[in-house]
């Protein structure tokens, strides 16, 4: 049981959460979209939110900076949330710029906006959890994505919804976080993308 509960934390964990993202808007989205143009963008956004963070990891681990790859304390989140905050700010003028697919663009204005409250909470010392930080920006972008295309998307929402149950027992199982902590993270994933709403709905 124990072994179930770490593994969800690991395959919901934050650096994941963006690609599961664009992936689904890919799959789901009923314009027609070149596959070329598909394939160029999912790899670019594994190698900026999925390969480099982890590179960047294995250098601040190796430099003593950081003890595992969910940052238990707020001096540990510093540095990479502010490695972060950079990465997406290349995303969004090179991968996804606003001329191109706009929904995806003010997604990922919504998520840097939840980094940024999340590097400034961690300046605070206070631990907001990154695991609902990222799970809750998803779900409320695919609520958005079903109400933007009216498109009826209960099973995915039904899925995301039970993800997001099962990352916060997992986070309190294994102690990461306090109830407060996951809340504060829960809301902020997904205010800034009820926010950037008024921009693309």
């Known amino acids: ?21 664009i992936h689904f808007y890919f799959k789901k989205t009923p314009r027609f979209i070149p596959e070329g ?24 681990k190796t430099l003593s ?9 707020t001096k540990e989140r510093i540095l990479p949330l502010l490695v972060n905050c950079f990465i997406l700010g290349l995303l969004l003028i090179r991968v996804f710029p606003i001329d191109q697919i706009p929904e995806l663009y003010f997604f990922f204005i919504a998520v840097l ?22 799970t809750g920006s998803v779900f409320m972008f695919f609520i958005a994505f079903a ?7 209960n099973g995915s929402l ?3 919804a039970l993800i997001l149950g099962a990352v916060a027992t997992s986070r309190l199982h294994l102690k990461a976080h306090t109830n407060k902590e996951l809340i504060v993270g829960l809301f902020i994933g997904i205010i800034p993308q009820l926010i ?3 921009y693309w709905l």
């Open 113 to 134: 906006i939840s980094n940024l409250t999340c590097l400034l909470f961690a300046i605070l010392k206070f631990k907001a959890s990154l695991h609902m930080v990222a």
């Open 37 to 60: 143009f598909v394939n160029a963008k999912l790899i670019s956004l594994l190698i900026l939110t999925v390969v480099l963070p982890i590179l960047v990891y294995f250098l601040l």
């Open 196 to 198: 950037v709403l008024q």
């Open 1 to 21: 049981m124990k072994w179930l509960i770490k593994s969800i934390s690991y395959l919901f964990h934050p650096i994941i959460m963006p690609i599961l993202a």
């Open 158 to 160: 039904a899925l995301m």
């Open 147 to 153: 109400i933007h295309f009216s498109i009826n998307i």
């Open 65 to 73: 900076k950081a003890e595992s790859i969910h940052l238990k304390t």
